[in-house]
């Protein structure tokens, strides 16, 4: 089948619902694109066009970024306004869409919970929370635990490395694949192939389909030979997932628990190296680690902006005029900034964790405690081993990638003298352990002091009704 060819932008003069005095959009992606500029870009979004914003996700693909807290709220709470199915989505119904479109990897329909309403999404969730309620935390945690000491000892005789690809990036796959059953051999394969099938090049078809085989092997032999292991939990759950839906909220699952994951880690890291106030605050007890993780939720959420919802009606949102179809992306980020659920001075509140990192309303991330788990034993054990880590380079050097959608550093670069070989799990980590049974949540936050003449965020209690 051949392409359709490139939509140019001003075919879509009317795509906002201006009827032709569509204002301006912003290309929310290409080089211009820089993971330090982008709050300067959605308080420019903000300031000029107010809580919802236009913009363009792929060349001549046109969409409603929502940059404002409450509006955000709404987005993901009414779902009889805003609908999670593509097929839904105006422009892919006209075929103004290119097959070919860098989009179509995350917006694509599966039958998956991140893409259904209602009653189906019900049913779903209901069988993923339960899977994931099931992960033991003491084993998850000894388990985190062991690859970073193993991931650690690999660089520690070089006295450097890149935290990125070093540890990183391969810590949260390495515990991922196993809570899913795969092998270590079978679970970098499928790393891969995932990687193929969202890059939108020639290859993605092919990805795609190794994908599929390897994920549909690992059903056909956990419904044989079920285990511990999430992929059984859904396979025996009461909803009665199909084997399709299972590989389907399989690769959701992978997808956004591990890159999420990946940066969420790598920033937490690069905000304990470049802050020393920071740093100071939480080797001498007055900050938690886990006052670092909502941190970087507030400021630099590991997923910047969510594709996507799409208006089931013509409605006024946010100032603007929303047509039925129109699609409409989570602006995570901007949100978080967003001047009304801020401090005067802007400074995000330690404690406080109405961010929404991880969404809110029906669909709100199921994963989340399993992922700060994981992350805070990533950054803990590190700490630990590597007390004198500090920056290679320049914290202005540092290099994010290029993405509308992840934030994320594209390598951090450290040095390190003698590594600490004491394998006892560190302090903190020891008094959250529990026995057994599911993902303990997070545990409470010392009371926030900051030392004489160091600027830090404000200490507030959390507030009620934010997501979580």
Same mark, same amino acid.
């Given at each position: ?234 396979? =025996? ?190 302090? =903190? ?32 209690? =959390? ?6």
């Amino acid at each position: 089948m051949t392409s359709p060819p490139a939509i140019p932008p001003h075919a879509f003069a009317d795509g906002f619902g201006y009827g032709g005095r569509c204002p301006a959009a912003t290309p929310l992606y290409g080089e211009q694109l820089d993971g330090d500029g982008m709050p300067a870009l959605y308080e420019r979004l903000r300031e000029e066009h107010g809580p919802v914003a236009p913009v363009t996700v792929a060349p001549g693909i046109s969409a409603w970024l929502v940059l404002g807290h409450r509006e955000l709220l709404r987005l993901t709470r009414e779902e009889q306004d805003f609908s999670h199915d593509p097929r839904r989505w105006s422009l892919l119904r006209e075929g103004r869409v290119p097959a070919d479109s860098p989009i179509l990897p995350m917006v694509g329909w599966r039958p998956a919970l991140l893409f259904a309403d209602g009653r189906q999404h019900r049913r779903m969730r209901a069988a993923v929370s339960d899977a994931l309620a099931r992960i033991n935390g003491h084993e998850l945690r000894r388990s985190v635990r062991a690859a970073a000491e193993r991931l650690i000892a690999d660089f520690a005789g070089r006295r450097e490395a890149d935290l990125v690809p070093h540890y990183a990036r391969k810590l949260p796959m390495q515990v991922i694949t196993g809570l899913l059953g795969l092998d270590d051999r079978t679970g970098q394969q499928l790393v891969l192939a995932i990687a193929g099938t969202v890059a939108a090049n020639a290859d993605s078809a092919n990805a795609a389909a190794r994908m599929g085989s390897i994920l549909t092997a690992l059903i056909e032999e956990k419904r044989a030979r079920p285990g511990q292991d999430v992929t059984s939990a859904l396979l =025996q759950h009461p909803a009665r997932l199909t084997d399709e839906e299972v590989l389907h909220n399989l690769v959701v699952m992978f997808v956004a628990g591990n890159q999420t994951t990946v940066n969420w880690i790598a920033t937490t890291l690069r905000i304990l190296l470049c802050d020393p106030a920071f740093r100071s605050s939480l080797s001498g007890g007055r900050l938690s680690v886990d006052d670092a993780l909502d941190l970087v939720l507030w400021r630099f959420p590991p997923t910047q902006n969510f594709p996507a919802r799409y208006a089931t009606r013509d409605l006024e949102f946010g100032g603007q005029h929303i047509r039925a179809g129109d699609m409409l992306v989570l602006g995570l980020a901007g949100a978080n900034a967003d001047p009304e659920v801020l401090p005067g001075d802007g400074s995000p509140v330690v404690g406080n964790r109405s961010h929404l990192a991880f969404g809110a309303g029906p669909h709100t991330c199921p994963a989340q405690d399993p992922a700060r788990l994981i992350t805070r034993t990533a950054v803990d054990t590190i700490r630990h081993r590597l007390p004198d880590l500090e920056l290679a380079v320049p914290e202005n050097e540092l290099a994010w990638v290029k993405s509308p959608w992840s934030k994320g550093l594209a390598a951090l670069p450290v040095r390190f003298t003698e590594p600490q070989l004491s394998h006892a799990p560190p302090a =903190q980590d020891r008094a959250a352990q529990t026995p057994s049974g599911p993902v303990p949540p997070s545990p409470a936050r010392p009371p926030y002091a900051p030392p004489p003449h160091q600027p830090l965020p404000h200490t507030a209690r =959390q507030q009620s009704g934010g997501p979580r």
